[in-house]
């Protein structure tokens, strides 16, 4: 029965953390990741009490041995999930995800997003939208450079970065520039 149990915890924590991470990266929510950690740590006492009794099933009941041994390890494979899930949180929280939509009606060439990590896209079409990850590391703005019809232009497309946000930026367009896109 302890077996089962295991099993079944193990089971359930790996789900609601990979639907909890999920539901982090699609909505972008502080409240989420504060959720997810109050989640890891229920889930890690529970996950403990219930390993500690296999593994007393494994000292006691030799010939369930396979069994407990078994079940001990899919549990503690939760462990190396939950640590990946973490850097994956972490890393989401220290990017801004922009995506860039020409509407300037021209060609747009040699473009970069400068104050993060620079990013450089060779071109970006009439109308096209690409989307670049940028690390911020630090609190300086971002910046877009690039060339239309032989130009060098620059835009801010944002002033003061937040780590973790998703934004359209409309190139071009100087109303409405910025839109989060929770």
């Given at each position: 029965m302890t077996n089962k149990i295991g099993l079944f915890t193990a089971l359930i924590s790996f789900l609601i953390g990979t639907i909890l991470l999920i539901i982090f990266y699609l909505t972008n929510s502080y409240s989420m990741t504060l959720f997810g950690m109050i989640f890891i740590a229920i889930a890690g006492i529970i996950n403990l009490g219930v390993l500690v009794k296999v593994l007393i099933n494994l000292i006691n009941e030799k010939e369930n041995r396979k069994k407990h041994i078994l079940t001990s390890g899919i549990m503690i494979l939760n462990i190396p999930i939950a640590v990946f899930y973490f850097f994956i949180v972490m890393f989401l929280m220290s990017t801004m995800r922009i995506s860039l939509i020409n509407e300037t009606g021209a060609?747009?060439?040699?473009?970069?997003?400068?104050?993060?990590?620079?990013k450089i896209i060779n071109e970006l079409g009439v109308g096209e939208r690409q989307t670049e990850w940028i690390p911020i590391k630090s609190e300086n703005p971002i910046i877009l450079e690039y060339r239309i019809d032989g130009e060098t232009k620059h835009e801010t497309i944002y002033s003061y970065p937040v780590t973790g946000e998703r934004i359209n930026h409309r190139i071009g367009n100087n109303s409405n520039r910025i839109e989060n896109t929770y």
């Open positions: 060609k747009l060439t040699d473009l970069k997003i400068i104050g993060g990590e620079t």
